[in-house]
C-alpha cells in the first residue's frame, strides 16, 4: 500500500473553531489531493497541490484553506468550522496530475462540527 | 468545467454480469478512472482508460469511447463482495482536478 496517513481519523469540534487535517506520504508524490465525502455527493474535491507551495482550488473550496511546504506534507484548514463541513475528508497522492497514475488515498478523517 | 454522470444504484445476482455506464462532460480529457469503495473503506483504484477501447483486468473491464463522451467499467461473475460503491474519475481540463463522478451503488443479492 502506498505510504500515506492521515491525522486525527476522527475528530469532533465545536462551531467556529479552527480545525487543521493532516496527511502525509512517504511516496514522494508531486501531486496531493483533499476531497470530502457525503451521502449522495461521492468524492468532492475540496483543493489540490501539484508542487510545494504550489495549490489551486477544487470543487468545494469555500471555507478551506491548504498548506505545502514540504513534499510529504500537506494540510487542510477550515478556518471556522461549520455544520455543512461534517464530513468524511480523504486524501490522495499520485505522481500523476492527470489520472493516468491512480490515486492512492488515506484511510480518512470523520470530522464532527457540533 | 467538468462534470461525470453515473446511475446511483444497481441490483444484480452472483454469478451475473453488470455494467456501470459513466457519460462525461469536460473542457479537456486525458482519459476515465474507476475506483471501488466498500463501506467504511478508502477508494480504491480498479482501471483506467486514456484510449477507445477495452481494458479487462481479470473479471472487470473498462470500455472507453472518447467521441461518445462515454464509459462503462462492466464486472463479470459477480461475487457477493463486489457489494461497493462504484466511482468514475477524471482529469483533464487547463489545470490537474480530478474530478469524481457522484458514484453508483452495487448490490449483489445471493
Known amino acids: 500500500d502506498a505510504g500515506i496517513t492521515q491525522s486525527p481519523r476522527h475528530k469532533v469540534t465545536e462551531t467556529g473553531t479552527p480545525v487543521t487535517l493532516r496527511c502525509h506520504q512517504t511516496?514522494?508524490?508531486?501531486?496531493m489531493y483533499w476531497y470530502r465525502q457525503d451521502p449522495g455527493h461521492g468524492l468532492r474535491l475540496i483543493h489540490y497541490?501539484?508542487?510545494?507551495?504550489?495549490?489551486d482550488k477544487g470543487e468545494v473550496s469555500d471555507g478551506y484553506s491548504v498548506s505545502r511546504s514540504k513534499t510529504e506534507d500537506f494540510l487542510l484548514t477550515l478556518e471556522s468550522a461549520t455544520s455543512s463541513q461534517t464530513s468524511v475528508y480523504f486524501c490522495?497522492?499520485?505522481?500523476?496530475?492527470?489520472?493516468?497514475?491512480?490515486?492512492?488515498f488515506g484511510n480518512g478523517t470523520r470530522l464532527t462540527v457540533t | 468545467g467538468q462534470s461525470l454522470e453515473q446511475p446511483s444504484e444497481v441490483t444484480a445476482v452472483e454469478g451475473a454480469i453488470v455494467q456501470i455506464n459513466c457519460t462525461y462532460q469536460?473542457?479537456?480529457?486525458?482519459?476515465l478512472s474507476w475506483y471501488q469503495q466498500h463501506d467504511g473503506g478508502a477508494p480504491t483504484f480498479l482501471s483506467y482508460?486514456?484510449?477507445?477501447g477495452l481494458e479487462e483486468t481479470g473479471r472487470f473491464s473498462s470500455f472507453l469511447s472518447r467521441s461518445d463522451s462515454y464509459g462503462y467499467l462492466l464486472l463479470q461473475e459477480l461475487q457477493m463482495k463486489d457489494s461497493a460503491s462504484y466511482f468514475c474519475a477524471a482529469g483533464g481540463d487547463s489545470s490537474y482536478k480530478l474530478i469524481f463522478g457522484s458514484g453508483t451503488r452495487l448490490l449483489v443479492r445471493p
Open positions: 490522495a497522492i499520485s505522481d500523476s496530475g492527470t489520472g493516468t497514475s491512480p490515486l492512492h
Open positions: 482508460n486514456g484510449l477507445d
Open positions: 511516496e514522494n508524490h508531486r501531486y
Open positions: 469536460t473542457s479537456g480529457f486525458y482519459g
Open positions: 497541490s501539484y508542487g510545494v507551495k504550489d495549490t
